[in-house]
C-alpha cells in the first residue's frame, strides 16, 4: 500500500496504516479460499519472473551489511540468490495448496436442551510482525497470513529495506491484480526507530505482535508491546546421547544439528554426553565437530577427552552462539539431562539420540519445550520441515501457538451457539 511519508511522524504513519490494515482484515475474514489461493498463484508467477530484479535489489542490502561490518552469519540471514528464491516459490505453493484453516468444526457438543454449540476456527485479524535481516519474512510472513485469511502489518529491519520493498511490491500488485485491498499486507516505508515505538502501542488495531529477530529486538516486543505477543528470545537447542544410541546417528546427527547453518534458531548450542556412554562414541562426536571447524567448551570430563577443548562456564550453558560453537557437559543419565535442558535451555527445540524407547519416552514427555525430537537433528525446526510450507517463527510460549507457527496457529476461535427458540431458566 503506498503512502506518502514526507509530511507523517512515525506515528501518524503506523496509526493510519493498521487502520486501513484492520478494514482489510474485515473484508479477509470474507475472502473465499479461491480467491486466496487465486492471489498466491499470482505471485507465484510474479515473483519467480522478477528473480533478477530481487536479486539486484537484495545485493544492495548485502553490500550495506558488508559496510557496516556486520558478520557473514547475518549477511548469510540476508542473503537471496536463486536457490533461496526458488525456495520461498515453493513454499509459496505449499501455502496455496494447504487446506483453508478458518471455517472448521474444532469440536462440538449437544446439550440437554437441544442446543447445539461448535467451537470454529476464525481468524484472528490483524497481525503486526517485527522481524530482522531475513527478507524472506516478507513472504512467509504474507503468505501465511493471507491463507489464514488475516491482515498483516510488516517493519523490516534496514538491513534488508531493498529486499523487502521490492518483495512487497510483488505481492501488492498481486492483491490488487485479485480485487483485494493492497492494505491486507501493509508495509512500515521507513527504517526509522520510532516506528516499532508506534506499532507496539497500536493495540487498538493489531490483535497480536510477533517478532523475528535477535535477542534486543524480541525484548523490547514483548516488554512493551501492549497487545499479546507471539515470540522466542533464545533458540538454545540441546543435543542429549544416551548410552542406547547409534555411533552413526550420535555423529552425523550432532555434526547436522551443530553446523548445517550455524545461525539459524534450531542450531544445537549445547551437547549433553550421559555418563554411562561409550568414550569411543563421545570421542568420535567431538573430533567430528572439532574436524568440521567447531569450537568447543566443556566440563572436566570433555575436556579430558579431547585436549582442544577449553573449559566451560556457567554462562555458556545459557548462550546462543549462532556461530560454530557448542558447548559440551556430561550428565547423570536422561532424569539430570531433562533437568539440565529444563532449567538451561529456552523451551525451543531439544533432540535425544537413543535407540532405547523407554529414554526417549521419557524425554519427550518431560521436556518443556516447543518442539522436542528422537533421533534427528534440531535443525528440522522449521515450519516447511514440519509440512506448513513456511512458518512466521517458532513460538516458545505457552499460551495460544507453540512451535513453529503455521497457518493454522494464526487462528483463534468463536463458538457459534444454534437454537430452536431455548430460552434460559431463572
Avoid at 211 to 217: A, F
Wanted: aromatic share 4%.
Amino acid at each position: 500500500m503506498s503512502l506518502d511519508a514526507s509530511h507523517k511522524s512515525p506515528e501518524d504513519m503506523v496509526n493510519y496504516l493498521a487502520r486501513e490494515a484492520k478494514k482489510a482484515s474485515y473484508i479477509l475474514s470474507q475472502t473465499s479460499n479461491e480467491t486466496i489461493n487465486a492471489t498466491l498463484s499470482s505471485f507465484l508467477i510474479m515473483l519467480r519472473k522478477a528473480t533478477g530484479v530481487i536479486i539486484e535489489a537484495n545485493k544492495k542490502d548485502v553490500k550495506a551489511a558488508r559496510e557496516k561490518g556486520l558478520s557473514e552469519t547475518m549477511v548469510d540471514r540476508l542473503m537471496l540468490d536463486e536457490e533461496r528464491i526458488e525456495g520461498i516459490a515453493k513454499s509459496v505453493e505449499i501455502v496455496r495448496n494447504l487446506e483453508d484453516p478458518t471455517g472448521r468444526v474444532l469440536w462440538e457438543k449437544i446439550r440437554p436442551n437441544g442446543l447445539k454449540i461448535q467451537r470454529i476456527s476464525c481468524p484472528i485479524g490483524l497481525l503486526g510482525m517485527i522481524y530482522e535481516s531475513r527478507p524472506n519474512v516478507t513472504i512467509d510472513a504474507s503468505i501465511l497470513c493471507l491463507k489464514s485469511h488475516n491482515a498483516v502489518i510488516l517493519r523490516g529491519g534496514s538491513e534488508c529495506l531493498n529486499s523487502s520493498l521490492i518483495l512487497h511490491n510483488i505481492i501488492q500488485q498481486s492483491l490488487k491484480d485479485n480485487g483485494l485491498p493492497e492494505a491486507c499486507v501493509s508495509m512500515i516505508p521507513t527504517p526509522d526507530r520510532a516506528a516499532v515505538s508506534a506499532m507496539l502501542k497500536a493495540s487498538d488495531y493489531i490483535d497480536v505482535m510477533i517478532p523475528r529477530g535477535g535477542t534486543g529486538l524480541i525484548e523490547r516486543v514483548i516488554n512493551e508491546a501492549r497487545m499479546p505477543v507471539f515470540g522466542h528470545l533464545n533458540g538454545i537447542c540441546h543435543v542429549y546421547i544416551h548410552p542406547a544410541v547409534n555411533p552413526e546417528i550420535a555423529r552425523e546427527v550432532t555434526l547436522n544439528a551443530k553446523m548445517r547453518r550455524t545461525g539459524i534458531c534450531g542450531a544445537a548450542e549445547t551437547l549433553l554426553f550421559d555418563k554411562d556412554l561409550d568414550l569411543s562414541i563421545a570421542k568420535d562426536v567431538l573430533a567430528t565437530l572439532i574436524d568440521a571447524g567447531c569450537s568447543i567448551v566443556g566440563d572436566e570430563q570433555a575436556q579430558a577427552i579431547d585436549t582442544r577443548i577449553s573449559p566451560a562456564t556457567n554462562n555458556d550453558w545459557v548462550t546462543e552462539y549462532l556461530e560454530a560453537k557448542i558447548s559440551c557437559k556430561f550428565v547423570n543419565g536422561v532424569k539430570e539431562a531433562v533437568e539440565h535442558i529444563n532449567t538451561y535451555g529456552s523451551h525451543h527445540t531439544d533432540s535425544i539420540l537413543t535407540q532405547d524407547d523407554d529414554a526417549a519416552s521419557y524425554f519427550l514427555k518431560n521436556v518443556d519445550s516447543g518442539i522436542v525430537v528422537h533421533n534427528a537433528s534440531t535443525q528440522f525446526a522449521d515450519g516447511g520441515e514440519f509440512g506448513m510450507g513456511a512458518e512466521i517463527g517458532i513460538a516458545t510460549g505457552k499460551m495460544h501457538a507453540r512451535g513453529p507457527v503455521g497457518v493454522e496457529q494464526l487462528c483463534t476461535y468463536k463458538y457459534n451457539v444454534h437454537g430452536n427458540g431455548q430460552t434460559r431458566p431463572k
